[in-house]
C-alpha cells in the first residue's frame, strides 16, 4: 500500500459496521444484501453450536449463524434485540446474527491494516483486515470463514 | 432477435435428437425382427433427415457419415440387402456415430476420421454398395448448399434479388421444348407453408432440380396474395401447380421435395392422360410462358406463371392410377402416392399413421418451467397460510370462505400436478442411451447381450433422468461385465449363449421404480463374503444374512471382479451408484438369485418439488415425515414396549418386533424420555422391508408440503431430506426416515452420559 494509490474516493471501501459480543466488525457493504429482525430459528440437528438454525426469509431457508458463538466471543445478550445481517458470499446466502447495527464507514484502502499475529485469539482468523474509526479499532470479517462449513456436516 | 441461423442450427440439433430417437426405436424393431418396410423407412428417413439438416450447416463429416449410412440403409430398404442380427448390430454402432457426430458438431468438436472409417468401411463391405455412394455424394451436397443459401428468411417476398433469378427458370424451362409425344410424368401440387420459407429453403431450386428431371410445366397459382397494403411480409403465399415429365420413378420426383417434407402441401401424382392434353399442347405452353416473363417483372410479390412441357416419361405409365390426396396438413409428410411398397422412396407417408406419431409439442425453456414450478410452489405456501389463518379465525367448516379454501386447494393440487408434468419426460431417452452401453460394453467383453426395456413411456422429472444416466451407465455395465457369465459358461449352465439385461421402469404408489436385472450367474455371496473380509470391510465372525452379503456390494471401495476389466471392477462403483441414487431421494436395493441373475431396485420419487407429509411435533420442534415413509401410526401401551438391552426398546407390532426410537434423541432436541407408554409412535416402513417406530410428541397435521433444499443453502444434515416453509412462515425440517433409521442409536432409556443437544 504506498501513497501512489492515495486516489481518494476510487479507492476507498465502504463498510457496514455493527457491534458483536462487545466488538467492533464489519463487512464490505456490497456483499450485504438486507438488515432483517430477528426471527425464531428453526434448529438443526447435529449442526455445529454457532448455527443457529434456519428461517423463512421470503421462501428460502436462510442458515443463521450466532456470530458471536462463531468468533467465540461473550453471548448472553437478550436474542429478541437481535439483528441479522443477510450476506452474499458467490452463490450462498447466509444470515449473520448480530447485537447492532452501528454504521456505513468508507475507509481509504490504504487505511486497511492486516491483523498482527496471535496465535492464542480464536476469532483471528476470521479477521481480514484493521482499521481505526473515530479512535475505535474496526474489524473486517473474513466472510469466507464465518460462513458454515458446507458438506462437513455430511455423515 | 438473435442470429436467426444460429437459432436454426440449434432448432435443428434438437430435431436430430428426435431423429435419433426414432432411428433408435426403428433399429430395435428391426432387431426383433421387424422387416416391415415401414420401419426401414423410418430408420432410413431418421438419417436422411439428419443428414439433409447437416448440408445445410455445412457439417461436411456429419453428411458424409449420414450419406453413407443411409446408402446401406437404402440398400436395405430397395430389398437389395436383408440385414442380418450383424448387420443390425452394425446399424446400431453407426446410429450410435451418427449421434457422436452430431453433438460433435453442435459442440463444434471435430471426430477423428479413424473413429468412423472402420465402421463405415464394414458397412460398405457388409452391404456392397460402394459405388453408390461415390456418384451419390457429389449429388447431396449440391442439393444441401442450395438450401444454405437463403436462410435469411423469404427472398422471394422480401427482397428482389431472388426474384430476379426466376425469369431464368423460366427462360430455362422455355428452351426444352415440349414434346407432344410425351405423356408420362407427374402432375405435382406443391404449396409451401410459411415455415418452408422461415427454414430456409427456397422454392425455385426446388423448381429447378426438377427441371432437371425432365421437361417441366410449372403453374404458379397467386389467387392468395392479398393486395400489398395486406400483405405480410413474412408469409408465403404461393402455390405451384407442376407437370413434370420424366422417365424417372417416382421416388426421384420425390426425393426433390425431400427436405421441405413436412413443410410443404405435397401432392404427386402420376399424369394420367386427361390431365396431360390440355398443357401440353405446344402452342399453350408457349403463350404461358410469355405470360411469365411478364408476370416477373411485376412487384415482387406477384407470382410467375410458368409452364413448360417436359419430354419422355415411359416408365411409369404401367402404373396404376393411384389415389389422390388432396390437402395434408402442414406437419405430416407429404404423402405420396406409389405403386407397392417396395418401391416406396422414403415414404414417411406411412409414418404418420404409425401410433408412436408424436403429439403436438411446444418447445419451451426449461428456465421458464421451473420458474412456473417455483411460484406454484410459493401457491402451495400460500395457500396454507391462508387456510391457517381462516383456521385461526374460527370460521365455522362449512362457511362460504371454508368451501371456498377447500376448492382452492383442490386447484393448488390441480395446477401443481399439471406443472410438475411438464417437466415429466417419458424415461425412453434414458433407455436409449443404455442401450448403446450394453452395446459397447458387451462388445468390450465379447458377451451377447440383448436389453430388453418395459415401461419405457413411464414419465419421470427430467432433473431425475438426467441425474440417473451415470449411476444407471454404471449399472449396466456392472450387469453386463460381472453379471452375466460369458457365452460357454452360460452355455454350460443351459442358458441361451445370448445374455439378456431388462430394464423396467413403472410408477408404483408415488415412486417410480425402476429395474435393472441380469439373468445371469447371481450373485457369488461366498465370494462376495471373502472378498469383504479380505478388504476388512467385516470380520470373520460377523453373521451375515444373505442380504447383508448383497448390500456389501454397495459398500465403498468393493469389487468382486477376479481381473480388471475395461469397464468395471476398479472398486469405484456401487457406493457412488447408491450416493447418487440416493441423493435424489431414492433407495436401491439388491436382489439376488444364485444362477439366475441378479435384479437391482431403484425406488425414486415422483417429484423433487412437493411431497406429502405428516407434520409432527417433537421436542418443541416441528417436523415432516414424508406419507409414503409412514405406514401406520399408533399409541404405545404397556404390552407393546419391551424392553433390550440396556438401552434400547422394541415395540410388538401384530407379532412383530419393530425397534423404538425417539426421534427426538435421534435428533439431539432432547434426552431420551423416562417412558414411551402412551407416547405416538410412527411406523416407518421402508423399500428393504425394514421397520422402525419413531415416537414423537404430537401429530399435528397432514398435509401438502414444498420441498426447499438445505444443501444448497447450508449442506447436508444427517436424518434430514429437505426444508419447508409451514403455514405460519416457521421452517420445518423434513425426515429422511431411511437415513435417519440407518443412523439411529436407539437410545430409548437414559444413563449416565447425557446426549449433547443440538444448538
Known sequence: ?155 | MSDPMAEIRASFFIECEELLESLQDGLISMENGDTDSETINVVFRAVHSIKGGAGAFGLDDLVKFAHRFETAMDEVRAGRFTPDSDAIRLFFCCADLLGDLVRAARDDITIPHNTTAPVLNELDRLVGCEDDVEEELDFTPAILSLDMGDTQGLPDITGLPPLSDAPILETDVSVTAPLPSAPKGFSIHFKPETSLYASGNEPLYLLRALRDLGDLVVTCNTQRVPTLNTLDPDDGYLSWHLKVLTEEPIEVVREVFEFVDGLCALDITPLSASSYDPIFSDSTDQVDLQTTLIDVSEPPVAPPQIEAPVENAAQEAVQPEPPQKDDIPPTETPEITQDTQKKQPSAPAKTTSTPTQPRATVRVDLERVDRLVNLVGELVINQAMLSQSVAEAGLPPNSPVSTGLEEFLQLTRDIQESVMMIRAQPIKSLFQRMGRIVRESSASVGKQVRLHTLGENTEVDKTVIERLADPLTHMIRNAVDHGLESPEKREAAGKTCEGSVTMTAQHRSGRILIEISDDGAGINRARVREKAIEKNLITEEMQLSDSDIDSLLFMPGFSTASEISNLSGRGVGMDVVKSSIQSLGGRITISSVEGKGTTFSISLPLTLAVLDGMVVRVGGETLVVPLNAILETLTLTDDDLKALGPETHVVQIRGGFVPLLDLGAELGYRSPQDSYVGRTVLLIGQEDGNRAALAVDAIEDQRQVVIKGLEGSYGRVPGIAAATILGDGQIALILDPTDLVSQATGKTKKRNAPVPIAG
Open chain 1, 1 to 155: 500500500m504506498t501513497n501512489n494509490e492515495k486516489l481518494a474516493d476510487a479507492s476507498s471501501i465502504e463498510l457496514l459496521s455493527f457491534r458483536v459480543g462487545g466488538q467492533d466488525y464489519s463487512v464490505d457493504i456490497m456483499s450485504v444484501r438486507e438488515i432483517r429482525g430477528s426471527a425464531k430459528a428453526t434448529s438443526l440437528p447435529h449442526a455445529p453450536s454457532f448455527v443457529k438454525g434456519v428461517i423463512n426469509l421470503r421462501g428460502t431457508v436462510l442458515p443463521i449463524i450466532d456470530l458471536s458463538a462463531r468468533l467465540g466471543l461473550e453471548t448472553g445478550q437478550d436474542t429478541e434485540r437481535n439483528v441479522i445481517i443477510v450476506v452474499d458470499l458467490e452463490s450462498r446466502t447466509a444470515g449473520l446474527m448480530v447485537d447492532a447495527v452501528s454504521d456505513i464507514l468508507a475507509i481509504p484502502a490504504e487505511e486497511m491494516q492486516t491483523p498482527p499475529d496471535l496465535a492464542a485469539d480464536e476469532s483471528r482468523t476470521f479477521v481480514s483486515a484493521l482499521t481505526i474509526v473515530d479512535g475505535r479499532m474496526i474489524r473486517i470479517l473474513d466472510l469466507e470463514a464465518v460462513m458454515p462449513p458446507q458438506g462437513e456436516e455430511a455423515a
